[in-house]
């Protein structure tokens, strides 16, 4: 039931290095969320993108959204130790009016000091 | 904001026996959801309300299931009849307002069917 599908499903990288992940995605949305999770615990929520925008940054990340492709990436630059976790894209679907949210598989990236 | 708070954060059973989780949400947050996840998975959406009323079910959530948010404010999900495939994490998540944006997850509660 799962909508997404990441790429890569695990990246390990240099402190410093930047980490690219990607997301695709199969219905229509009304936006797309990236979400973190650290080993075995809750999820924690990193920028939000509405299926009428084409970029977005906060801080370290910069999201893009190309809905006639119907995927995503999320770029960190200059990578951390701290960055180390699951990274999971989610889409509210547009005809979904709860909000409920479908994830992808994730990427696990490992940041390596 | 004090944060979304499940408890237990784990949960040892027996195949057969009934388990309750608890999620209290954001004080101020009217929606309320439901996630299971498995290891290397994402969340899988199981149910939400909104306030007191459970507006959507999954077809993950079979009968064995059932979720109540009474007075619309904390949250509890059973399981009856555990089965060794309901191992899993159960979150749960909270939001404000029509529910598209963000949403609070909370630590999660490990479940283990021996």
């Known amino acids: 039931s799962q909508q997404g599908e990441e790429d890569p499903q695990a990246l390990s990288i240099q402190e410093g290095e930047n980490a690219t992940m990607n997301c695709s995605y199969k219905t229509s949305i009304n936006n797309l969320q990236w979400y973190r999770q650290n080993s075995g615990r809750g999820l924690v929520h990193l920028i939000l993108?509405?299926?009428?925008?084409r970029e977005k940054h906060s801080g370290r990340l910069r999201v893009t959204l190309d809905t006639s492709k119907k995927s995503s990436s999320l770029l960190i630059t200059a990578s951390r130790a701290a960055d180390t976790a699951s990274y999971f894209c989610a889409t509210v679907p547009i005809y979904n009016q709860g909000g409920k949210l479908i994830f992808g598989q994730g990427t696990e990236l490992s940041v390596k000091p | 904001d004090t944060g979304v708070s499940q408890d237990p954060r784990h949960k040892i059973t027996k195949r057969g026996q009934n388990v309750t989780f608890r999620c209290d949400p954001i004080s101020e947050h009217n929606r309320l959801y439901w996630y299971r996840q498995t290891l290397g998975q994402g969340p899988e959406f199981l149910t939400y309300f909104q306030n007191e009323a459970q507006l959507e079910k999954s077809r993950l959530l079979s009968d064995r299931f059932s979720a109540e948010r009474p007075k619309g404010s904390f949250s509890t999900l059973e399981i009856q009849r555990t089965e060794q495939g309901d191992s899993a994490m159960y979150l749960c998540?909270?939001?404000?307002?029509?529910?598209?944006?963000?949403?609070?997850f909370g630590p999660g509660t490990r479940l283990t069917v021996t």
């Open positions: 998540a909270s939001s404000r307002g029509a529910g598209l944006g963000e949403q609070y």
């Open positions: 993108i509405r299926s009428n925008e």
